[in-house]
Nanobody, 116 residues
Framework: QVQLVESGGGLVQPGGSLRLSCAASNSGFSINVMGWYRQAPGKERELVAVISSDGSTIYADSVKGRFTISRDNGKNTMFLELNSLKPGDTAVYYC??????????WGQGTQVTVSS
């Protein structure tokens, strides 16, 4: 089993920045892919960015150039730097991890609100 705990959400003005963190605790299974997803009210959950164990990344078009995903494999921690935030980025952000047995795990989510 892998447990994921997100932190770092909050209220920020348009154009501002936030840094989200996701700490993964596990019972010995290797984590392959980690990622961030978000879900806005009334909308489906969508991919924000993913990062593999070798550092390869994929970003949603809507966040390219503004968000940066990174991870510290030694500490099983993942980060998301959110810059130039827009009201449309308001959502609950979820941490996701896939282990070496292709099992999928989710964090509890952290709220990001972009508003003046």
């Amino acid at each position: 089993q892998v447990q994921l705990v997100e932190s770092g959400g909050g209220l920020v003005q348009p154009g501002g920045s936030l840094r989200l963190s996701c700490a993964a605790s596990n019972s010995g299974f290797s984590i392959n892919v980690m990622g961030w997803y978000r879900q806005a009210p009334g909308k489906e959950r969508e991919l924000v960015a993913v990062i593999s164990s070798d550092g390869s990344t994929i970003y949603a078009d809507s966040v390219k150039g503004r968000f940066t995903i990174s991870r510290d494999n030694g500490k099983n921690t993942m980060f998301l730097e959110l810059n130039s935030l827009k009201p449309g980025d308001t959502a609950v952000y979820y941490c996701n991890a896939i282990d070496n047995r292709s099992r999928n795990y989710w964090g509890q989510g952290t709220q990001v609100t972009v508003s003046s």
